[in-house]
C-alpha cells in the first residue's frame, strides 16, 4: 500500500474528494449553461459568514453555511425577478452581503484566523464524523436529483421560457437547483474551501466544454476531469506539503489552459 493510505485521515479525505467531485460537476453543469457561474462565488461568500456566525456562537460551522447559503440562493432567485433584464446584479449584491457579514462576524472569532483559513482554504484531513456523513448524504442526494430530473435540469438549462410552456415546472427545477447548489457548496468549503468550491464547480464543466458534443457528454467529461484534478491534488499536495484546495484548483486550471490551447490548434 502506497504511504498516503498508510493514514486514516488521507483515506477519509481521499473519500470525501472523491464524493464531491462527482456532485460539484453534476450541479455545475446546468449552472454554467445558464450561464449562472458567479452564483457560486456569491454562494461561497455567504457561506463564509454562516461558518463565522457558527464559530462565534459555538455550533458547527456547516450548519451556519448551510443556513446561509439557502438563504443566499433564495435572495438571488427573489432579486433576479426584481432586476429582470438586469439580473446579474443580483449574485453581486448577495456577494458584497456575504463579504461584509464575513468581515464582521470574523471579529467576533476567538483564535479567528487559525478557525476561519481552515474553512477559507480547506482543511480536508480534519474531516469530522459529521461532515463526511453530510458529504455522503449529499452525494447521494445530487446523483438521485441528477437522474430523476434529467430531462427537466436540460430542457431548464437550454430554454426556461419554453420549458414552462411544455409544462416543466421550470421555478420548481430552479429552486432544487440552487438549494443543492447551496448544500454543496456549504459542506465542500471543510474540504475544498469556501473561496475555492466555485472553481470545482466551473473548470471542470468549462474543461468538459471543449471537447464535449451533448449536455450527457458534458456532464460525464466534468465528473470525469474533476476526479483528476482532485485526486492528483491530493497526492501533489501530499508529498509537496501544500494545501489541497488550492492544488486542486491550479490543476484544474493548468488542464484547462492546456485543453484550450489543443483545441484551438485541433479547429486549425
Known amino acids: ?21 462527482v456532485i460539484a460537476p453534476c450541479i455545475g453543469t446546468p449552472i454554467v449553461l445558464k450561464r449562472l457561474s458567479a452564483i457560486g462565488d456569491a454562494t461561497s461568500h455567504s457561506a463564509l459568514a454562516g461558518i463565522a456566525l457558527g464559530l462565534v456562537l459555538g455550533v458547527n460551522p456547516i450548519l451556519g453555511a448551510v443556513f446561509f447559503s439557502v438563504v443566499a440562493v433564495l435572495g438571488i432567485e427573489l432579486l433576479r425577478k426584481i432586476f429582470g433584464r438586469y439580473s446579474e446584479i443580483a449574485t453581486v449584491i448577495v456577494m458584497s452581503a456575504g463579504i461584509g457579514l464575513t468581515a464582521v462576524l470574523s471579529g467576533f472569532i476567538k483564535n479567528g484566523s487559525a478557525n476561519l483559513n481552515s474553512f477559507l482554504f480547506g482543511s480536508i484531513v480534519a474531516i469530522t464524523d459529521f461532515e463526511m456523513c453530510l458529504t455522503i448524504g449529499l452525494g447521494i442526494a445530487v446523483i438521485i436529483v441528477s437522474v430523476l430530473l434529467y430531462k427537466e435540469l436540460f430542457f431548464v438549462t437550454f430554454d426556461e421560457e419554453a420549458a414552462r410552456l411544455a409544462g416543466v415546472p ?6 432544487i437547483l440552487m438549494f443543492l447548489t447551496a448544500v454543496t457548496v456549504s459542506v465542500a468549503s471543510r474540504i475544498v474551501g469556501a473561496l475555492m468550491i466555485s472553481s470545482l464547480i466551473v473548470i471542470p464543466v468549462a474543461s468538459a466544454m471543449l471537447a464535449a458534443k451533448s449536455y450527457k457528454q458534458t456532464v460525464c467529461l466534468s465528473v470525469v476531469f474533476a476526479e483528476i484534478f482532485t485526486l492528483t491534488g491530493l497526492f501533489v499536495s501530499y508529498y509537496a506539503d501544500l494545501r489541497p484546495g488550492g492544488t486542486i484548483v491550479l490543476i484544474g486550471v493548468v488542464f484547462l489552459l492546456v485543453m484550450s490551447a489543443v483545441s484551438r490548434n485541433i479547429r486549425r
Not at 500500500?1 to 467531485?21: C, G, S
Not at 421550470?170 to 429552486?175: K, M, T, Y
Open 1 to 21: 500500500m502506497p504511504e498516503i493510505f498508510q493514514y486514516e485521515f488521507m483515506r477519509r479525505a481521499f473519500f470525501a474528494a472523491i464524493i464531491i467531485a
Open 170 to 175: 421550470a421555478g420548481r427545477v430552479n429552486l
